[in-house]
Nanobody, 120 residues
Framework: VQLVESGGGLVRAGGSLRLSCVASGGVFISPGLGWFRQAPGKDREFVAGILWGVERTYYADSAKGRFTISKDNAKNTVYLQMNNLKREDTAVYYC??????????????WGQGTQVTVSS
């Protein structure tokens, strides 16, 4: 399984960014894929998840109404559209698989992530 994140950057509060996660390998035999983030000094946390087969999406409370997770099967890519960004969204964002709501996975490895910095 290979996952490569991109799309982060510096944005002002209220702005938007779209993150991309290009997936390859055996990721598609898993139930789905999730986006996670880790802010300085804090634990990594779940942000949003999507299931491959049934087109269902799941969000952390902090992301509901502002973030949208979607996928492009033809491009093997999962996106995280982030709108109305807040300073507390500042973090390194990662994607990982498998993802299945209600199941806590212990991932063996993480990619390099993509930095999102929201300024006031």
């Amino acid at each position: 399984v290979q996952l490569v994140e991109s799309g982060g950057g510096l944005v002002r509060a209220g702005g938007s960014l779209r993150l991309s996660c290009v997936a390859s390998g055996g990721v598609f035999i898993s139930p789905g894929l999730g986006w996670f983030r880790q802010a300085p000094g804090k634990d990594r946390e779940f942000v949003a998840g999507i299931l491959w087969g049934v087109e269902r999406t799941y969000y952390a409370d902090s992301a509901k109404g502002r973030f949208t997770i979607s996928k492009d099967n033809a491009k093997n890519t999962v996106y995280l559209q982030m709108n109305n960004l807040k300073r507390e969204d500042t973090a390194v964002y990662y994607c990982n698989a498998p993802y299945d709501p209600g199941v806590v996975y212990k991932y063996d490895s993480w990619g390099q992530g993509t930095q999102v910095t929201v300024s006031s």
